[in-house]
């Protein structure tokens, strides 16, 4: 079994070189993927809602892998790829401030609008209210994985690490939109 493993990782860091973009969409996407189910499975949803689930694989394989793929290489050209403890803190802030907040709004936007198939007014109106909550928490979570991330990882393997851990803060958001729209027990 050890070496089915090493042959299989061996298998994906051949296709993360040889084919990058394509390896970090397939990865959000699949994760997104099993996020989405964990997520559906831990709210009570007894049969998984499958164009749920598709549209959450769209949204880490169109979305997801490729913005990651493309902010980590702009970050490394801004930065010059240096990893000692001023650029990695500049690269965390700058990632906090510009990509986080991006992604948690568009990740809201996309799953009310599209995923959920609500009006703009109610998606606005859900976004004006928890946006702010959502953003709070993901700036006590994110930093320290940025900071893993830029400090640790090759430019290659930092979306595959954010994915890996975007797996966890998925099923997260997922709660979270998702007692948005139960209406609460009283």
């Known amino acids: 079994m050890g070496s089915l493993a090493k042959k299989g990782l061996q298998q994906y860091m ?5 084919h990058p973009l394509r390896t970090k969409a397939i990865t959000a996407g699949v994760l ?12 009570g949803i007894q049969k998984i809602q499958l164009r749920r ?4 694989v769209v949204f880490g394989a169109a979305y997801l892998g490729p913005f990651g793929h493309y902010f980590h290489i702009l970050l490394d050209k ?5 990893k000692d403890t001023k650029t990695v803190g500049k690269k965390v802030l700058f990632d906090q401030l510009t990509a986080s907040p991006w992604n ?23 976004v ?7 953003q709070l928490t993901s700036w006590m979570f994110w930093p320290i994985v940025g900071w893993i991330n830029f400090q640790y990882l ?6 595959v690490f954010q994915s890996f851990v975007g797996f966890c803060w ?4 997922n709660l979270r939109a998702r007692s948005m729209v139960l209406p609460k027990a009283e």
Do not use: C
């Open 104 to 126: 948690n709004l568009t990740f809201m936007l996309y799953y009310g609008l599209v995923v959920e198939g609500r009006p703009w007014h109610q998606v606005k109106s859900k």
């Open 32 to 43: 997104s993927a099993i996020s989405d189910i964990v997520s559906q499975k831990l709210t």
């Open 128 to 134: 004006k209210t928890d946006y702010p909550k959502v």
């Open 154 to 159: 090759p430019l290659q393997l930092r979306v």
């Open 53 to 56: 689930l598709i549209l959450k």
């Open 14 to 18: 051949m296709q993360l070189q040889q």
């Open 78 to 82: 801004l930065f010059k790829g240096k």
């Open 170 to 173: 998925g099923i997260f958001l």
